[in-house]
């Protein structure tokens, strides 16, 4: 995992504890992103600022008495979904997992490692890579809480890996393909996405809108892997306009897939 650089969002404000056993860790991100430790939260405004409450990041956006938006691993959805989908489900389809059972994924538009997350308990190998410091930090929490965990350390360990770096520059250092390149950028309109309304809301906030997701296409279709997996909105033209070899289509989302032949 590599050290997240002290660059922050323009938004982010500060780092504050919501209680006392929550100071170190309050501390220790305050030192890792450069950004000041307050001790109270006076966040009125619609300004984010992140919190450590129950051990762990959260972000706060506004009034102190919401929620926090945070990242986190559940089993039980995870399973939940897979009984749903089983093996023919679309996810697993559009990694081509029948021919690929083990296959290395590089998601490089991590956010909250939902899909990541899934596509670990369907036996992939993981590697994220997330370009928002905050976002990154809040993964890279939950990747310690998760790895702490008997119940998703098997999935985690040795399987799921995280840089924060931007992805078209990641993209372009990289020597030898994986089988499978996946994007999930951010969309204009409500997007049907494995998050919930208020976590887009809030990595809207953060990370705006992804407007140059056509140049992650291009960086990840000129890496050559096996396939090039976008997920999409339903109804969305297909990303850059570019045709893809198929597509496979949900209740709300679809999954565009580009295969080696086709790049
Ligand atoms: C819709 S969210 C992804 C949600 C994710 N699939 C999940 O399950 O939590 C898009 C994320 O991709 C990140 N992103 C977009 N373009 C990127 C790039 N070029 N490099 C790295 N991260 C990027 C954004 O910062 C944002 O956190």
Same mark, same amino acid.
């Given at each position: 995992?590599?050290?997240?650089?002290?660059?922050?969002?323009?938004?982010?404000?500060?780092?504050?504890?919501?209680?006392?056993?929550?100071?170190?860790?309050?501390?220790?991100?305050? =030192?890792?992103?450069?950004?000041?430790?307050?001790?109270?939260?006076?966040?009125?405004?619609?300004?984010?600022?992140?919190?450590?409450?129950?051990?762990?990041?959260?972000?706060?956006?506004?009034?102190?008495?919401?929620?926090?938006?945070?990242?986190?691993?559940?089993?039980?959805?995870?399973?939940?979904?897979?009984?749903?989908?089983?093996?023919?489900?679309?996810?697993?389809?559009?990694?081509?997992?029948? $021919?690929?059972?083990?296959?290395?994924?590089?998601?490089?538009?991590?956010?909250?490692?939902?899909?990541?997350?899934?596509?670990?308990?369907?036996?992939?190998?993981?590697?994220?890579?997330?370009?928002?410091?905050?976002? =990154?930090?809040?993964?890279?929490?939950?990747?310690?809480?998760?790895?702490?965990?008997?119940?998703?350390?098997?999935?985690?360990?040795?399987?799921?890996?995280?840089?924060?770096?931007?992805?078209?520059?990641?993209?372009?250092?990289?020597?030898?393909?994986?089988?499978?390149?996946?994007?999930?950028?951010?969309?204009? $309109?409500?997007?049907?996405?494995?998050?919930?309304?208020?976590?887009?809301?809030?990595?809207?906030?953060?990370?705006?809108?992804?407007?140059?997701?056509?140049?992650?296409?291009?960086?990840?279709?000129?890496?050559?892997?096996?396939?090039?997996?976008?997920?999409?909105?339903?109804?969305?033209?297909?990303?850059?306009?570019?045709?893809?070899?198929?597509?496979?289509?949900?209740?709300?989302?679809?999954?565009?897939?580009?295969? =080696?032949?086709?790049?």
């Amino acid at each position: 995992m590599t050290a997240l650089p002290v660059t922050i969002p323009e938004s982010f404000i500060a780092v504050c504890p919501m209680d006392e056993p929550s100071r170190e860790k309050a501390r220790y991100w305050s =030192a890792r992103l450069g950004a000041p430790l307050v001790m109270q939260l006076q966040n009125e405004k619609q300004t984010p600022i992140l919190v450590v409450a129950n051990n762990r990041l959260e972000i706060h956006v506004g009034h102190s008495k919401q929620k926090g938006v945070f990242a986190e691993f559940s089993l039980t959805k995870a399973h939940a979904i897979q009984r749903q989908e089983g093996k023919n489900g679309l996810l697993p389809r559009a990694i081509g997992l029948r $021919k690929h059972p083990h296959a290395t994924v590089w998601d490089v538009t991590a956010g909250l490692g939902q899909d990541g997350f899934l596509l670990a308990c369907y036996g992939c190998r993981v590697h994220w890579v997330e370009r928002s410091p905050i976002v =990154a930090a809040l993964l890279e929490d939950a990747l310690e809480r998760g790895l702490a965990d008997s119940d998703t350390r098997p999935i985690l360990q040795g399987n799921v890996t995280l840089d924060n770096a931007d992805a078209i520059d990641w993209l372009h250092a990289q020597r030898s393909p994986p089988e499978v390149i996946f994007l999930d950028p951010m969309f204009a $309109k409500a997007n049907a996405s494995a998050l919930s309304k208020k976590e887009m809301q809030v990595l809207r906030l953060l990370v705006g809108l992804d407007d140059d997701a056509p140049a992650l296409l291009a960086a990840a279709l000129r890496c050559h892997p096996q396939r090039v997996v976008v997920k999409r909105p339903l109804k969305a033209p297909p990303l850059d306009g570019r045709a893809p070899s198929f597509n496979l289509q949900g209740t709300t989302i679809r999954y565009d897939i580009y295969l =080696a032949e086709m790049m």
